[in-house]
């Protein structure tokens, strides 16, 4: 039995199954399984996932219809048999190095989980995202998670799968956007042994594929995303992070964030069914009083005339704003 599985979800990414794959057997260490969950996709991902790992055991393919990111990790997650688990999305890639160096750290220091640095790949730069916790410590970790410090990804982490079983850590059926922040806030909240290696061993590709949630922001997203905040309570924190202290302060904040930017989502979808005005009513004292401090033709202004009551204007003058600033970036880039 190896010691690690890797969970690779697929959906019609042709295009960038060899590099995927390729990265995942050159790896410098071999003990290891892929579980590769093609979820219905129409582009011939399954067969050119069977072309590139037909000469390699190591790798298993499940074939299924269509559930989406989440349901397709918990598929995963619940056929995992290891010791440890991580995540390499289809579209991404990662070092030679990736399983050993996370594996010699969990088992060194005897961690539950382990974190590294990754690097997002865009068409004409790359970029690293440190991953550098504030502490190790929980309440640090929490409060890292909520404010975006730390990625809630679980693509750049080893988990040890008896704490995901003795806490029973799952995958949202219903999201499929921060689903895997759902998935780790609910299971670092248990006070878990955590350590970070400041190498960037995940390579997260921010531009190629058309699939990529950075792409987008839909009603299923932002209805994926509230379902997060929602599940948060003070229950999770209190234990760590008591009213007054910098942790709680930042976790507090961080969830004002959160629904803000969800807010503003909703404002660029501009759908009758999402109100922004309803969304997290309770936060937009707040937010306009912190967009009042803001130039009138920033997005914040033209949110806060929407919160007011004032949508249509809100939404016309977000319109002409940015129809200047594109004007002017293109004078700008012509000169």
Not at 96 to 105: I, K, S
Request: net charge negative.
């Amino acid at each position: 039995m190896p010691v690690i599985t890797v969970i690779v979800p697929v959906y019609n990414s042709v295009d960038f199954l060899e590099r995927c794959i390729a990265s995942i057997k050159n790896q410098s260490f071999h003990d290891f399984e892929v579980i590769l969950i093609d979820d219905g996709s129409s582009d011939g991902s399954g067969e050119r996932l069977k072309q590139l790992t037909e000469d390699d055991d190591r790798f298993k393919l499940l074939i299924r219809e269509n559930h989406g990111v989440s349901q397709t990790r918990q598929f995963g997650i619940e056929r995992v048999r290891t010791k440890y688990v991580t995540f390499v999305d289809s579209d991404d890639w990662v070092a030679n190095t990736y399983l050993l160096d996370l594996y010699t750290e969990a088992e060194e220091k005897h961690c539950d989980i382990v974190s590294c640095d990754l690097t997002k790949v865009y068409e004409d730069h790359s970029e690293l995202f440190s991953q550098a916790p504030t502490s190790n410590s929980t309440k640090d970790l929490l409060a890292d998670l909520m404010i975006g410090k730390i990625w809630g990804s679980c693509c750049n982490k080893l988990v040890r799968m008896s704490c995901i079983e003795r806490f029973g850590a799952s995958f949202h059926p219903e999201m499929n956007m921060w689903e895997d922040l759902h998935f780790f806030w609910n299971l670092m909240k248990h006070d878990l042994k955590y350590s970070y290696i400041p190498k960037s061993l995940y390579f997260y590709d921010c531009f190629s594929s058309g699939n990529s949630i950075v792409r987008y922001r839909k009603a299923p997203h932002i209805m994926s995303a509230k379902i997060f905040v929602d599940s948060v309570n003070e229950e999770d924190f209190l234990p760590y992070c008591p009213p007054g202290s910098a942790a709680y302060e930042r976790i507090k904040r961080g969830i004002y964030q959160r629904k803000c930017m969800i807010k503003r989502w909703a404002f660029h979808l501009n759908d009758s069914k999402i109100s922004v005005n309803d969304l997290f009513y309770e936060v937009n004292e707040q937010f306009i009083s912190e967009s009042s401090q803001e130039p009138l033709w920033s997005e914040n202004q033209c949110i806060a005339l929407a919160l007011k009551g004032h949508a249509a204007a809100g939404h016309f003058l977000f319109r002409v704003f940015e129809f200047i600033l594109r004007l002017k970036s293109r004078y700008t880039g012509n000169k």
